[in-house]
Every structure is written in C-alpha cells, then in structure tokens.
C-alpha cells in the first residue's frame, strides 16, 4: 500500500463561486431596492397631499381662517382668545388681499389671454383642440374666479 492511501482526504478548497458572490449582494441590493421604492412613493404621496391642500385652500378660501388658526393652535400653544384673533386677523387680511386680487385680476386676465391667443396661433387644428381643453383645466384649477365681495354691514350713526 502506498503512504498517500493510508492519509484521510479532504476535498480541495474551491474558490468562490459566482452564487456565493450574488448571494452575498444581493440582500443588500434587495433592500436597497426597497428602501428606495418606499422613499419615492413616500415622496410622492406627499408631494400630492400638498398639492390637494393648496387647491383646497384655493377653491374654499372662506375656509382659511379656521384652518390656519387651528394650525397654528399647537405649535404656538394659542388660548382659544388668541385662535378666535388669529382667526379675525386672517379674515381680515384675506378680505384685503381678495380687494387687491380685484383691482390687478383684469391685468392678469388680459395676459393670460396673450397667452392663450399666441401659443394657440402657432398650433395645428387637433393641437388647438388639445390646447383649449389643458388651458381651461389649468384655469380652472390654479385660478378660480374671485369670491363675491362680502356686504359691508350699513353704519347706524
């Protein structure tokens, strides 16, 4: 009998193979993945979260002072006197910033019609076509009409 026959064998080192080395990354990439997916859709939801808020705030600004007052009720520790002056303090500079929107709203309408007229000059008939229904979605949307000036209550002198 020969010496090697005599001495137990153990099998050969291998290197690592291909799986070894994927296996290794790709938990991290998988988590990665996920992590990554979650924060986009995070993101997003967010980002539409705000948007509905601010087109709320818009189409329902009668709404507005009792919103930012109760927003700003816990940040500020506001005692219900002070919501309820926030409150009027708010109503009454919306009903301002609403006068000025008045007075300067012609001037914004006459160049969002420039603007209108001169993008839809340059279009063929089904871009037009397009054209008219996204300008008056946009319009409807970022700029509703102005709310009715609100009575002024008649002096008893």
Do not use: C
Not at 28 to 54: D, E, H, N
Not at 102 to 107: I, N, T
Not at 141 to 149: A, F, G, M, Q
């Amino acid at each position: 009998m020969s010496e090697n026959a005599s001495l137990p064998t153990s099998p050969a080192p291998t290197p690592a193979s291909r799986a070894t080395v994927r296996g290794r990354w790709l938990r991290p990439l998988m988590l990665a993945a996920i992590f990554l997916s979650g924060l986009l859709v995070g993101a997003g939801l967010t980002l539409m979260a705000v948007r509905q808020g601010v087109l709320y705030g818009i189409h329902h600004p009668e709404e507005m002072p009792v919103r930012v007052a109760a927003r700003l009720r816990r940040p500020l520790s506001l005692s219900d006197q002070q919501a309820d002056r926030v409150q009027a303090i708010i109503r009454e500079r919306q009903s301002q910033l609403q006068e000025i929107r008045r007075r300067f709203q012609p001037e914004v309408e006459a160049e969002l019609e420039q603007v209108y007229q001169q993008i839809r000059e340059i279009l063929d008939d089904q871009q037009r076509e397009r054209w008219d229904q996204i300008y008056t979605r946009l319009r409807e949307t970022w700029i509703p009409p102005l709310p009715k000036p609100a009575a002024m209550p008649e002096r008893v002198d």
